[in-house]
């Protein structure tokens, strides 16, 4: 999924040490319980994943964890195939999921109800709601958050300061008004790209709207509902302050490219996307800022997609009290708050936010993920994204279609792709 490898390069900049592709880190044996770990390439580093591992057999001499690192390319396949279990196939205790994949793996029926932990022991009132809920599925809960990633704005301080802007704006109209301020010049206020869907999801979700809606009946595409539409309003404004491409999404060409030439007042963007930047033009090192997307008004961020990773148990561990173990330590307080400051992540609680307070850029991306959102919890949502009818809407509207009309066929379009009697 796109926004899966957003996360993981997001990783590998942050990071100060990168795992190979694969591997597994040994426990002290003995007579030891082995619980089997899948998690995936560049979610943690090598460093973090021995302090863990050490830990966990020193206080619980009865277990050994065996981590095995997996590749994003072929998961879903792999993931799948193990759930089902059969002969010579590897079956998990712990997997390391999307937080929007949670839903297809409960379809295939092979994961571990972990409600009553959840409400119990593991403090799930405060998790981060774009990752606490895609792991519920009909009121259950499959997925433990691990950790999150969302986009803030990254931002020209050089620029800001030239334009009389003295701190970043808290509120969309605030917003609005700096940008346009920026876009004087021969400068851009902000490049944004006329497909960049995750961002309009979230002036969607601002807006009370949302891409689908499981009406009990079945799915049903809701760009086309008068909320949705205001979102696509907002998008609009933003965008033609700017001269980011109608017909193409933020990879096309690459934003931070863009953004790294010069004259750009602001991207929507990971954090980790600012080291991107730096690569390209070291000049700009001491020149970027971040903030959180700004909201409606100035009491609560914008929402914002949030990307990330939640731990499940498969159903056919052996020994899912060992797996809830492990599942519990790295969720837990400490591990959380070592995993944020060793990647530059989101911990998966909003009371942990601090952890990250001392990096600007993480820091605006966890208050943002305070206001954050996951795809429709649909386990066929994959269906859409593969040939985007969202962006198609996008494109229209920006070049001057009928916005309504444009809306509707989107809608139609996510409905016949969420179709649960669709094959293919």
């Given at each position: ?5 957003l996360?993981?390069?997001?990783a590998?900049?942050?990071s100060?040490?990168?795992?190979c ?16 770990v899948?998690l995936m390439?560049?979610?943690?580093s ?8 050490e830990?966990?057999?020193k206080q619980?001499?009865d277990?050994?964890v065996?981590?095995k690192?997996?590749?994003w390319n072929?998961i ?9 279990g059969?002969?010579?196939v ?11 994949q ?8 092979g994961?571990?109800d ?7 022991d593991?403090?799930m009132?405060?998790w981060l709601?774009g ?6 599925f009909?009121g259950?809960?499959?997925g ?8 803030v ?8 300061d ?5 701190k970043?704006p ?9 940008t346009?301020l920026?876009n004087r010049g021969?400068n851009q206020?902000?490049y944004?790209a006329?497909?960049d869907?995750?961002t309009?999801s979230g002036?969607?979700w601002d ?13 049903k595409g809701?760009?086309?509902s008068?909320?949705a ?12 302050l700017?001269k980011?491409p109608?017909?193409a999404?933020?990879e096309?060409?690459p934003?931070t490219?863009?953004f ?12 980790g996307a ?10 700009l090192k001491g020149?970027?800022g971040?903030f959180?997307v700004?909201?409606?008004t ?6 914002v997609?949030?990307g990330?990773?939640?731990l499940v148990v498969t ?7 060992a797996a809830l ?6 969720a ?8 944020a400051k060793?990647?530059?992540y989101?911990p ?6 601090g952890?990250?307070s ?5 820091a ?8 954050g959102?996951a795809?429709?919890?649909s386990?066929r949502?994959?269906r859409?994204?593969a040939d985007n009818p969202?962006k198609t809407?996008m494109?229209?509207v920006l ?8 809306a509707?066929e989107?809608?139609?379009a ?5 179709d649960v009697?669709?094959?293919?």
């Open positions: 999924m796109k926004n899966r490898r996360l993981a390069s997001a590998l900049l942050t100060t040490a990168v795992l592709g694969c591997g597994v880190l040994p426990g002290s044996g003995g007579d030891r319980k082995t619980v089997t899948w390439k560049d979610s943690a090598a460093a973090f994943l021995k302090r863990f591992t830990d966990f057999e619980h001499d277990l050994k065996d981590i690192i997996q590749s072929g879903v396949e792999k993931v799948g195939k193990a759930l089902k059969g002969e010579d590897e079956v998990p205790d712990v997997v390391e999921v999307g937080n929007t949670v839903a297809r793996y409960v379809d295939q029926g994961l571990y972990l409600t009553l932990e959840s409400m119990r593991l403090g009132d405060d709601p990752l606490a809920e895609p792991g519920r009909n259950t809960q499959y433990v958050p691990w950790y999150a990633a969302n986009r704005v990254i931002y020209n301080k050089e620029l800001f030239q334009a009389g802007i003295a970043p808290r509120d969309r109209t605030e917003w609005l008004h700096d346009d920026l021969g206020g902000i944004l006329g497909q869907w995750y309009l002036f969607i807006e009370g709207g949302d891409l689908a809606k499981d009406t009990g009946a079945g799915w809701s760009i086309d008068s909320d539409l205001a979102g696509m309003d907002f998008y609009a404004q933003l965008q033609a700017g980011g109608k017909t999404d933020e096309h060409p934003q490219q863009v790294a030439k010069g004259g750009v007042g602001q991207i929507i963007a990971v954090p600012a080291s991107l930047i730096l690569e390209q033009n070291p000049e020149k970027l971040f959180p700004p909201g409606k100035a009491a609560k961020p914008g929402a997609f949030t990330g990773s939640d159903r056919r561990s052996d020994d899912h009290g173990k492990v599942v519990a330590e790295l837990g307080e400490r591990w959380q708050k070592d995993l060793t990647m530059n989101v998966n609680k909003t009371t942990l936010a952890a990250v001392d990096e600007p850029g993480a605006a991306m966890a208050k943002g993920a305070k206001s959102h795809t429709p919890n386990p949502w994959a859409v994204e969202i809407y494109t229209k070049t001057g279609g009928d916005k309504e009309e444009a509707r989107a809608s139609k996510i409905t016949k792709a969420l009697n669709r094959t293919g």
